[in-house]
């Protein structure tokens, strides 16, 4: 198992929470991201039973997704004293709290409102598990993520912009913007930076850079040459995204959440025009049926 330096611990959640990690010294303790608000008791367990009586004094988000910050509020709650940072760009719909520009509404999905003390500045470092971090932006999955880069020990904190095995959903493509070029040029960064450890927002902490780099490139040409196939993959993803957090639905119940997500029907009218919303959506549930993701039984939607 890959070890990383003292002062670093990662909290490797599921899929519907992203990945923590917790940075400590003599001064600090910096968490990085929070999950999802319906993990938030299990968030403050993992922290609470590490940090014991020391409180959390800062939290940085790497972008404002809400399997990321989700959890925000209940550590503020918690821990009242700490900070809170957030990415630049849409981090005054933070300070004005608007859950339509930070995208909570339009995916259906949730995340309590909180208090940001400030933004991150792409270009500016900060010092935590006494190691120098640097800010970089990484573009693509979010027009407004960022990442953490320690340049003495080659470790990267991605966030969504390399997985292991591929990258998050191009968010902005949902919205009719073209942002497959910005996912290329982020895993070009990334490529030049020499990162010898990958801590992603999800899945296990990695070393071969250059492997999960060929991989990504491989999904982001497919992607390009078949834009909806990542229409596809993007809508099953907000599909099985809730289903992991309800568990078990009302399969009337799911479908009206489903109608009411806006992301939903911006994808099903710009690459599914001929179809009604209603076909769309029994096939997609169909096709997350034969995947083994779901099961629908009895008139409710379980999650497999």
């Given at each position: 198992?890959?070890?990383?330096?003292s002062?670093?611990?990662l909290f490797?959640?599921?899929?519907?929470?992203?990945n923590?990690?917790?940075l400590?010294?003599?001064?600090q303790?910096?968490?990085v991201?929070s999950?999802?608000?319906?993990?938030?008791?299990?968030?403050?367990?993992?922290?609470?039973?590490h940090?014991g009586?020391?409180?959390?004094s800062?939290?940085v988000?790497t972008?404002?997704h809400s399997?990321h910050?989700?959890?925000?509020?209940?550590?503020?709650?918690h821990y009242?004293e700490?900070?809170i940072?957030?990415?630049p760009?849409?981090s005054q719909?933070?300070?004005?709290?608007?859950?339509?520009?930070?995208s909570?509404?339009?995916?259906?999905?949730n995340c309590p409102p909180?208090?940001?003390?400030g933004a991150?500045?792409?270009?500016?470092?900060?010092?935590?598990a006494n190691l120098?971090?640097?800010?970089?932006?990484?573009?693509?999955?979010?027009p407004?993520?960022?990442?953490f880069f320690?340049?003495?020990?080659?470790?990267?904190i991605?966030?969504?912009?390399?997985?292991?095995?591929?990258?998050?959903?191009v968010f902005?493509?949902i919205e009719g913007?073209d942002?497959?070029?910005?996912?290329?040029s982020?895993?070009?960064f990334?490529?030049s930076?020499?990162?010898?450890l990958?801590?992603?927002g999800?899945g296990?902490i990695?070393?071969?850079?250059?492997?999960?780099l060929?991989?990504?490139?491989?999904?982001?040409n497919?992607?390009?040459e078949?834009?909806?196939?990542?229409?596809l993959?993007?809508a099953?993803v907000l599909?099985?995204?809730?289903?992991l957090?309800l568990q078990?639905?009302?399969?009337?119940?799911?479908?009206?959440?489903?109608r009411?997500?806006?992301?939903?029907?911006?994808l099903q009218?710009?690459?599914?025009?001929?179809m009604?919303?209603d076909?769309?959506l029994?096939m997609l549930?169909?096709?997350l049926?034969?995947?083994?993701?779901l099961?629908?039984e009895?008139?409710a939607?379980?999650?497999?």
């Amino acid at each position: 198992m890959t070890s990383l330096p003292s002062g670093i611990t990662l909290f490797e959640r599921g899929w519907l929470s992203s990945n923590n990690i917790l940075l400590e010294d003599d001064e600090q303790s910096l968490l990085v991201d929070s999950g999802y608000f319906s993990h938030s008791a299990q968030t403050i367990s993992l922290v609470r039973a590490h940090l014991g009586e020391r409180s959390l004094s800062r939290l940085v988000n790497t972008h404002l997704h809400s399997d990321h910050c989700g959890g925000n509020a209940a550590l503020q709650q918690h821990y009242p004293e700490l900070k809170i940072f957030v990415p630049p760009g849409n981090s005054q719909h933070v300070f004005s709290w608007d859950p339509v520009l930070l995208s909570y509404e339009p995916t259906g999905q949730n995340c309590p409102p909180y208090i940001a003390h400030g933004a991150l500045d792409i270009g500016d470092s900060f010092v935590a598990a006494n190691l120098r971090w640097d800010i970089l932006a990484a573009p693509g999955h979010d027009p407004h993520s960022v990442m953490f880069f320690n340049q003495s020990h080659g470790i990267l904190i991605s966030a969504d912009a390399l997985w292991e095995n591929g990258f998050g959903v191009v968010f902005p493509e949902i919205e009719g913007v073209d942002a497959f070029d910005e996912v290329e040029s982020t895993l070009n960064f990334i490529q030049s930076l020499d990162a010898r450890l990958v801590i992603p927002g999800h899945g296990s902490i990695f070393c071969e850079v250059d492997d999960a780099l060929k991989r990504a490139y491989k999904r982001l040409n497919y992607f390009k040459e078949a834009p909806q196939k990542h229409a596809l993959y993007a809508a099953k993803v907000l599909l099985k995204f809730k289903l992991l957090e309800l568990q078990t639905c009302p399969t009337s119940i799911f479908k009206a959440w489903a109608r009411n997500t806006s992301y939903l029907h911006l994808l099903q009218t710009k690459h599914w025009p001929s179809m009604s919303f209603d076909h769309w959506l029994n096939m997609l549930l169909e096709q997350l049926q034969s995947s083994n993701a779901l099961a629908i039984e009895d008139e409710a939607i379980i999650n497999k």
